[in-house]
Each structure stands twice: as structure tokens, then as C-alpha cells.
């Protein structure tokens, strides 16, 4: 399984960014997707999941902000990051667990994840 994060960049503060990562190599739509990110020198947190069948989680300084969604037929998910704080600087990166039974989003926020992906850098400048 491959998850390929893209879309970070430098953006201003208040400006947005819409991450994506491409999943290959699995039944998407058996999946919990989300994202996590990790600042230098902290540790890496949890920002958003979504389960298979569409329903959205998000750690509480994201909510508001931030909108997970997937599309299933392209084997997508995207995080669309608003109203960006010098704060959201940090690498995400894409993540997937299985969804059976629909524990994902519990599992996502155990960080019990089956797949990671490779990160996408996040600047936010003030």
C-alpha cells in the first residue's frame, strides 16, 4: 500500500492549502483515511479522519478550520486547511486503517494506523 501526500507548501497566515494523498495498493473504500502532522520538536498529533462511509473527525484546533473529505472512485482523500496559524506549521502526512466494523476513527485516535505515508511540509508564515 502507497499513500502519496501532496499539496503543502508556504502560505500566509489566514491564507489556505488543500492537501491530497492517492492511495494505491488496497480497497480504498475499506479504509479509514486521515491525516496527522508532527512540528520540529514535538510529537506527532492527530488533525482528521474520516471513516468509509464518509463520517469526519478532527482534533479540536482544527475544527472549524480544517474539512477531511475522500472520493472513494479516485481513491482520494483531501484536507482543506482554512483560516491557516503560524501554529499549523508542521509535516502531515496521510494515513489508513482499516475500517471493519467501523472502529476506524477509534483507531485513528489510538494511532492504531496500518499504513503512513510520506509527509507533506506545511508552512505558515506570520
Known amino acids: 500500500v502507497q499513500l502519496q501526500a501532496s499539496g503543502g507548501g508556504l502560505v500566509q497566515a489566514g491564507g489556505s492549502l488543500r492537501l491530497s494523498c492517492a492511495a494505491s495498493?488496497?480497497?480504498?473504500?475499506?479504509?479509514?483515511m486521515g491525516w496527522f502532522r508532527q512540528a520540529p520538536g514535538k510529537e506527532r498529533e492527530f488533525v482528521s479522519a474520516?471513516?468509509?462511509?464518509?463520517?469526519?473527525n478532527y482534533a479540536d484546533f482544527v475544527k472549524g478550520r480544517f474539512t477531511i473529505s475522500r472520493d472513494n472512485a479516485k481513491n482520494m482523500v483531501y484536507l482543506q486547511m482554512n483560516s491557516l496559524k503560524p501554529e499549523d506549521t508542521a509535516v502531515y502526512s496521510c494515513?489508513?486503517?482499516?475500517?471493519?466494523?467501523?472502529?476506524?476513527?477509534?483507531?485513528?485516535?489510538?494511532?492504531?494506523?496500518?499504513?503512513w505515508g510520506r509527509g507533506t511540509q506545511v508552512t505558515v508564515s506570520s
Open positions: 474520516i471513516s468509509r462511509s464518509g463520517t469526519p
Open positions: 494515513a489508513a486503517t482499516n475500517d471493519y466494523g467501523g472502529t476506524g476513527l477509534l483507531l485513528f485516535l489510538r494511532r492504531t494506523i496500518d499504513y
Open positions: 495498493g488496497c480497497t480504498f473504500s475499506n479504509y479509514a
